[in-house]
Nanobody, 125 residues
Framework: VQLQASGGGLVQAGGSRRLTCSAS????????VAWFRQAPGKAREFVSA????????YYGDFVKGRFTISRDNDKKMVYLQMNSLQPDDTAAYYC???????????????????WGQGTQVTVSS
């Protein structure tokens, strides 16, 4: 599967942004899709994931109800709606996919073997 992330840009603190991960390839429904982010000088961190099949959703602790992940299997897209954005959310956001990923591994980047290019989100104060 190939992934392409889009939707990044400049937003003021307190604002919202929706990121889109577009996939190509077969059997998209069989893939857990996640968002990770990486700020300059920091390690990449898990943001959110939506499981294959039933679509269970997972979030990083820092999200605190501000972000919502969703998927449209017919369109082969995954969305990340981000609200109440803060300057600390400034980062390059990456979508990633893994086929039939075990629940225990949704937050660990090494288990994702397909990655899209990053889309930059910059939150100004």
């Amino acid at each position: 599967v190939q992934l392409q992330a889009s939707g990044g840009g400049l937003v003021q603190a307190g604002g919202s942004r929706r990121l889109t991960c577009s996939a190509s390839g077969r059997f998209f429904i069989n893939y857990t899709v996640a968002w990770f982010r990486q700020a300059p000088g920091k390690a990449r961190e898990f943001v959110s994931a939506v499981k294959y099949g039933i679509g269970t959703k997972y979030y990083g602790d820092f999200v605190k109800g501000r972000f919502t992940i969703s998927r449209d299997n017919d369109k082969k897209m995954v969305y990340l709606q981000m609200n109440s954005l803060q300057p600390d959310d400034t980062a390059a956001y990456y979508c990633a996919a893994a086929r039939f990923l075990h629940d225990h591994n949704y937050g660990t980047e090494r288990y994702y073997n397909f990655w899209g290019q990053g889309t930059q989100v910059t939150v100004s104060s």
